[in-house]
């Protein structure tokens, strides 16, 4: 009978069992010991493991029971590890009560890498930045070391706001120009700020209308395309394009990895922003030019770059290494794309029901939704309850649809939107945590520095 018993001493505590209970998995580590094994000890017959002994017994387990379970009370992390330790595969040993567990710990792994992938640039940066303090203060410290640090820090202070106090505060400088930028978009479009026509030397303003396609009836055009500038908003314009391309230039010379720096679409947008800028600078400042150009090449061009220049606001989205919130609710939204899906597919087949119904039911009225488009427009604006009121249901039973399709978007469309507002709970609470345990690790960094 000992012939069949086989003992285990894992982290100090013996496990005595039967070979039978081993080998009905023999792919795994258990199952496969032999007496040539590394962990075989010949003069105590026993095989050992420097292994958590307390994990070890569920181990055990399932080689008796053929199921797997999770303990609550332990890291799911280390549990993870365990497993793949003794050769043992999730997926086909867990017990479906314990799947749940082993679930919610592949997703917080999910967004904690995602997290880790996103945010963690400022604070590993910071970390490398006070490696390179310490490398200083050694003697094998030479020129090229001191090169790469000034790189290094210029770079953070530019890209990293999170990595000094200097950082932060140029960040809050280029949190103002930003705004400024956004603010002089908006002062352009402003009637009372063109009072003056614009000139246009040797050309009279119907050729200028003929040339730029513009609807004499439209105002916004006409203010827009024919009215003067002023000129401090157009040098104030032009003083913060030269700063974002200067900007540009400096993080594009101490950038890490120029690769990677121009696959950021942010980076890319900052080039063309200043080409369109500078394109319609220049068109502002010589009209006479432009006009004598061919139509057909450079209107289109021209409002291209027009439209290029709307995009400025997007620079706000850099802010958000200064501001975690941003890339938390991107990345829960990311997260979220199967509920997105369920939320648009949703509202696109109630619409097209209350869109048919309210059609049909208003028939017999001549003065509302003359086809199933306006129905279908009105439907979407029922059911997110916005409710504008330019289409409206005159008869009682159009008026009981319309009823029917504003309680439907507050019953329906809840239920995918909870599960999104759940997911950015998740992210948002581990980010916090996250932000806590990096600064812990950034004060005990730092704690080593000052006792070295």
């Known amino acids: 009978m000992e012939e069949d018993e086989v003992t285990l001493n894992v982290g100090g505590t013996v496990f005595i069992t039967f070979w039978e209970t081993l080998q009905k998995y023999p792919n795994t580590k258990l199952g496969s010991l032999t007496e040539d094994s590394p962990h075989y000890r010949k003069d105590k017959h026993i095989y050992f493991f420097d292994r958590n002994p307390e994990l070890f017994n569920t181990i055990l387990d399932f080689y008796r029971n053929d199921t797997l379970h999770f303990p609550n ?54 970390l490398d930045c006070l490696d390179l303090v310490d490398l200083s203060r050694s003697d094998e410290y030479i020129s090229t070391e001191h090169v790469k640090g000034i790189r290094v820090r210029v770079w953070n202070f530019l890209s990293e706001p999170r990595s000094s ?19 002089s978009t908006l002062l352009i479009t402003m009637p ?22 513009l609807d004499e009836q439209n105002t916004k055009q006409m203010i827009l395309e024919t009215k003067e500038v002023p000129e401090w908003l157009m040098l104030f314009d032009l003083f913060l ?17 120029k690769w990677l720096f121009f696959k950021d679409w942010l980076n890319i947008l900052d080039a063309l922003l200043f080409t369109a800028i500078m394109v319609r600078v220049m068109v502002d400042r010589n009209p006479g030019w432009f006009l004598s150009q ?50 648009f597919f949703t509202i696109l087949l109630f619409a ?22 306006y129905g279908l427009w009105w439907a979407i604006i029922t059911l997110t309850t916005v409710g504008y009121g330019d289409h409206v ?33 998740e992210y948002y609470q581990k980010n916090r945590d996250r932000q806590q345990f990096m600064r812990l690790k950034l004060i005990e960094k730092k704690k080593i520095l000052i006792s070295m």
Not at 362 to 368: L, P, S
Request: charged share 15%.
């Open 73 to 126: 009370h332990l890291c799911s992390g280390l549990w993870h590890q365990e497993l793949r330790y003794w050769g043992l595969s999730i997926s086909s040993t867990i017990s479906e009560c314990c799947y749940s567990t082993y679930v919610k710990y592949c997703k917080n792994d999910t967004i904690i890498q995602n997290l880790r992938k996103a945010l963690d640039t400022g604070s590993t940066e910071e």
């Open 165 to 183: 106090t200097q950082a932060k505060i140029y960040n809050g400088f280029y949190f103002t120009v930003v705004f400024l930028s956004a603010l």
């Open 192 to 213: 009372e700020l063109r009072s003056d026509n614009r000139k246009f030397p040797s050309y009279n303003i119907s050729e200028v209308i003929r040339f730029l396609q």
């Open 241 to 257: 394009a030269f700063y974002f391309a200067i900007e540009f230039l400096f993080r594009v010379c101490f950038c890490p990895d």
């Open 294 to 343: 061919d139509s057909n090449i450079i209107l289109p061009l021209y409002k291209i770059c027009n439209c290029i220049t709307v995009f400025r606001i997007f620079r706000f989205l850099r802010l958000a290494k200064q501001f975690s919130g941003l890339y938390v609710l991107v990345l829960a939204l990311k997260a979220s794309w199967k509920e997105l899906m369920l939320f």
């Open 352 to 373: 097209l029901l209350f869109a048919n119904c309210i059609f049909y039911a208003e028939m017999q009225e001549t003065t509302t939704f003359p086809n199933l488009l």
């Open 393 to 425: 249901p005159k008869s009682p039973i159009g008026q009981i649809i319309g009823s029917f399709c504003a309680i439907c978007g507050i019953i329906v469309l809840a239920m995918p939107v909870a599960m999104i507002v759940a997911n950015f709970n």
